[in-house]
């Protein structure tokens, strides 16, 4: 059992950066993939950034190049670096460890890009 909890998220004008954390209760160098989802209201979770063991990284295309998924491996932790936010970017924002259909969820983080 790995518990996540995301911090971070709140109410940012566009154009401005946010940086979501999430701490694992357990050790994730070991965990094959770590990863960013969103949702926003009557809408599915969405991948937002993923980062499996060795580094390697995949973006959705609405945030490329805007939005950097990092993984500190010494605090069992895993960021979420976005930068010039959209407010299409507002939404909850959950951490994933493991895998969609598998791994583990955290409760998620709130991010509010206002115009």
């Known amino acids: 059992q790995v518990q996540l909890v995301e911090s971070g998220g709140g109410l940012v004008q566009a154009g401005r950066s946010l940086r979501l954390s999430c701490a694992a209760s357990?050790?994730?160098?070991?965990?094959?993939?770590m990863g960013w989802f969103r949702q926003t209201p009557g809408s599915q979770r969405e991948l937002v950034a993923v980062?499996?063991?060795?580094?390697?990284?995949n973006y959705a295309d609405s945030v490329k190049g805007r939005f950097t998924i990092s993984r500190d491996n010494a605090k069992n932790t895993v960021y979420l670096q976005m930068n010039s936010l959209k407010p299409e970017d507002t939404a909850v924002y959950y951490c994933?460890?493991?895998?969609?259909?598998?791994?583990?969820w955290g409760k998620g983080t709130l991010v509010t890009v206002s115009l």
């Open positions: 980062m499996t063991r060795d580094g390697n990284t």
């Open positions: 994933n460890a493991g895998g969609v259909l598998a791994g583990f």
């Open positions: 357990t050790r994730i160098f070991s965990i094959n993939a």
